[in-house]
């Protein structure tokens, strides 16, 4: 069987609608060939193609004009997700304005307005914009998943929006569904965090009654030098909180946080070091070590409960 000819340049390594193959002069028979594959109807891709959530969004959007949205904006933007979403087996659609909701297999379609700054249109698929995309997620995730979603989104580093844009966004939304757990968030959301599981930590010692811990404020000597950036801390009591992910367990990065919390120490601070095992309670009902230690690590510097 003679190999098919190579696609047109225009045509090459992304989906393409079967008008866009005509107006670069393929032929019907040619867009049937094996080399290449259908992700939904009245698309194709080269049948090597990896179907990505992002490929898969694309050629949906190709097909029906619609703006990624809600879970799958979610993803594309990179919000950290609950496990039971992260399949992605759905792709969310959103129909621009005056269209219906996408009715196709494999697509949950969304009917409502979207603001032209509401739409982002990236160089491979149009999607929610950061801010639209975590009001949308009200609909969708409990609230700390949504507070999870929304410091991610005035992160530290490469923020996606920032807290005054929030502020701002959410006044215009005020009526609309998901506003009212969008505004509980809100009142929960910090800016300026590293993780989500620093997130979790936070809101797992402030649900328990302990006051609410600085983040990522700098730790400073005597003559004002840097020493490091707490996860989180209480000043007034002179105690540092890290929480050490997975990656703490390489060598080099053990070294570094013994280096760290001992200059943290030496200036007589007390440095209570967490990880998930400490988030996670023993058995349903019981305090979380997390709780347990940090609480300890209060009371042990003054502090009352109540005050």
Known sequence: MPRPRPLPPPLLGQPFTMRQAKAAGLTRRRARAQDLA???????????ADLTLLVRARSL???TG???SHL????????PLPRCFETHEVVHLTCRRGGRAVRRKDVRGHQSVLMPEEIIEGRYVACTSPLRTWFDLAGVLGLQDLVIAGDFLLRRRNPLSTLAALDAFLATKAGRPGYRKAMKARALIRADTDSPKETELRLLLVGAGL?????NLPLLDETGGWIQDPDMSYEKFKIAIQYDGGHHSTPTQRRSDIFRDENARGLGWLVVVLTQWDLDPFAPGMEPNAVTRVRAALVSRGWKPGR
Request: net charge neutral.
């Open 38 to 48: 259908s992700p939904c109807h009245g698309v194709r891709i080269p049948a090597s």
């Open 61 to 63: 959007a190709l097909a």
């Open 66 to 68: 619609a703006v990624a």
């Open 72 to 79: 799958t904006a979610a993803a594309l933007w990179g919000f």
């Open 211 to 215: 006051p609410e811990p600085a983040i």
